[in-house]
């Protein structure tokens, strides 16, 4: 029975220059005959695909940091979101600390068209992100007054950690398990990403609607990551394998810590010597 191999993307799989070599290309496409091989990434099913195009693709995608697991043919396997009402309650309460989110949600169950809403003000961070990564999605959507949707999937604040880590305590104070709040630094930017998710909304929960689906143990998983949002996935999997650049904490959870970072292939030559071919 083929082992299943899932690994983080950005910092972990892609390059820095958000790309997949055509080396891991290669080696993925090779070694997709002798093993499941799938992704866990807090981007969304449409950027995902972006990304992967012209990668064989056989076991289901976990995206959006868990909110969604989905084939590679869009057939929605499960979901998590949050409501309209606790969107709006807390974008509410993040007035008083002079920042607003990104606001990211499922419009089509079917078709999973997807809606990035931007708020009318941004912050440099902010800014920034829309100029160089999101200038020309389809998914934005700018508005006047940034509010709660039907169908959340996430609500996203980049800043300084100095602001939102108070934020974030004060929102855990505030909902405590009607949400799921993560912090975590943006190495390459610089800053910090505040994400507020369904409380079951996580890659671990995810994996294991995905293990459920094929039918696969956790102790014949092998997970790749760099980031915090990696950490659970890393404490369900038989191995857990932590990139060259990953955080410390992370490198703490690990089984294996790679000598190669995502600039290196580091995922990829890893499968080109472990999975047989």
Same mark, same amino acid.
Request: charged content about 25%.
């Given at each position: ?25 290669? #080696? ?24 992967? =195009? ?11 940091? +868990? ?12 979901? /998590?979101?949050?409501?309209?009402? #606790? ?10 600390? +002079? #920042? ?8 089509? @169950?079917?078709?999973?068209? =997807? ?14 992100? #829309? ?16 509010? +709660? ?32 709040? /993560? ?31 094929? +039918? ?32 410390? =904490? ?13 600039? =290196? ?8 010597? @472990?999975?047989?071919?």
């Amino acid at each position: 029975m083929p082992k299943f191999y899932i690994t983080d993307l950005d910092h972990t799989f892609l390059r820095s220059t958000q790309t997949v070599s055509n080396f891991s290309k290669e #080696i993925w496409n090779e070694k997709s005959h002798h093993a499941l091989l799938s992704i866990a990434t807090a981007r969304s099913f449409s950027k995902t695909s972006e990304f992967l =195009e012209g990668l064989q693709l056989k076991a289901p995608l976990i995206v959006m940091d +868990g909110a969604m697991v989905v084939t590679p043919e869009q057939k929605l396997i499960d979901l /998590k979101t949050l409501n309209k009402e #606790i969107g709006d309650a807390i974008i509410e309460e993040s007035i008083q600390f +002079g #920042i607003f989110p990104y606001v990211i949600s499922l419009n089509d @169950h079917k078709t999973l068209d =997807e809606t990035f809403a931007i708020p009318p003000i941004l912050n440099n961070y902010q800014e920034f992100l #829309i100029k160089e990564n999101y200038a020309s999605d389809k998914r934005l959507s700018y508005k006047k007054r940034i509010e +709660g949707a039907k169908d959340t999937l996430k609500l996203v604040y980049m800043g300084e950690e100095k602001v939102l880590r108070p934020l974030a305590q004060h929102l855990i104070k505030t909902f405590g398990s009607a949400i799921e709040v /993560k912090l975590a630094p943006e190495n390459y930017m610089k800053c910090y990403f505040l994400t507020i998710l369904h409380p079951l909304s996580d890659k671990a929960h995810a994996l294991t609607k995905v293990l459920e689906y094929l +039918g696969k143990e956790p102790i014949n998983t092998t997970v790749f990551g760099d980031g915090l949002n990696d950490i659970g996935m890393f404490r369900l999997a038989g191995t857990a394998i932590a990139v060259a650049n990953a955080l410390n =904490e992370v490198k703490d959870e690990a089984d294996i810590v790679l000598n190669e970072n995502n600039d =290196e292939d580091a995922v990829a030559k890893y499968l080109q010597q @472990h999975v047989k071919s």
